[in-house]
């Protein structure tokens, strides 16, 4: 079977450091993507990962370890505007181009 | 620039009725998705086109519900019959195609929230 794991919500300060873990179990691979969700708004890119290793975008990184089934995003220096679902999808390599999405992280931050 | 439109935004219908969803992706994006999501849930996938063609529709829950995309540019999702349970958020997306579009993000549209009473 395909299953994606995050954790359902977190919280954490403003100005912190927050990783979000997810792992997958799918049926091929093809790549990783992190997606934001803001409550009522459509997903928007935030980062893709196809090899090993951390991938580094100013604020945002992401981290995947295929041979786990791992991956992590790390979001730094955390702002208001950052509370957002963050989606966690996996593309299938069997089926080209389908995307498995998992259920999201609901992240909260407090001042 | 434009980017994927869905139309409409909302739509209220009773059970039973037949509903059309429409997607407009971004120009020279072959790559089309539709997706379900309900509330605190991830998007669901639903079907996928490369071109004219459903490349794969193994998301689809069952018979009544159906997409098309004659062109190989718009799309429309039809569901038959519309039951309670198919109230949802449906959300559209297009990439560009393969071999560049296989690491390429999708670009999501606002989504049609369509209420089934």
């Known amino acids: 079977g395909q299953n994606i794991d995050q954790p359902t919500e977190m919280t954490a300060t403003e100005g912190a450091i927050v990783q979000i873990n997810c792992t997958y179990q799918?049926?091929?691979?093809?790549?990783l993507f992190w997606y934001q969700q803001h409550a009522g708004e459509a997903p928007t890119f935030l980062s893709y990962n196809v090899l090993d290793g951390l991938e580094e975008k100013g604020r945002f990184s992401s981290f995947l370890s295929r041979s786990k089934g791992y991956s992590y995003l790390l979001l730094k220096e955390l702002q208001m505007k950052d509370s957002a679902s963050y989606l966690c999808a996996v593309r299938d390599s069997t089926g080209g181009f389908k995307t498995i999405f998992g259920a999201g992280t609901r992240l909260f931050v407090k001042a | 620039g434009a980017g994927v439109s869905q139309t409409p935004s909302n739509k209220v219908t009773e059970k039973g009725k037949y509903v059309e969803l429409r997607c407009d992706p971004i120009s020279g994006h072959t790559a089309l998705y539709w997706y379900r999501q309900s509330l605190g849930q991830g998007p669901e996938f639903l079907i996928y086109?490369?071109?004219?063609?459903?490349?794969?529709d193994s998301g689809l829950p069952n018979d009544r519900f159906f997409a098309v995309r004659p062109e190989g540019s718009v799309s429309t999702l039809k569901i038959q019959r519309t039951e309670r349970g198919d109230s949802a958020v449906y959300l559209c997306?297009?990439?560009?195609?393969?071999?560049?579009?296989?690491?390429?993000?999708?670009?999501f549209g606002d989504g049609t929230r369509l209420s089934i009473l």
């Open positions: 997306a297009s990439s560009l195609p393969p071999p560049t579009g296989i690491h390429q993000p999708q670009h």
């Open positions: 086109f490369q071109g004219t063609g459903a490349a794969d």
């Open positions: 799918t049926s091929g691979f093809n790549g």
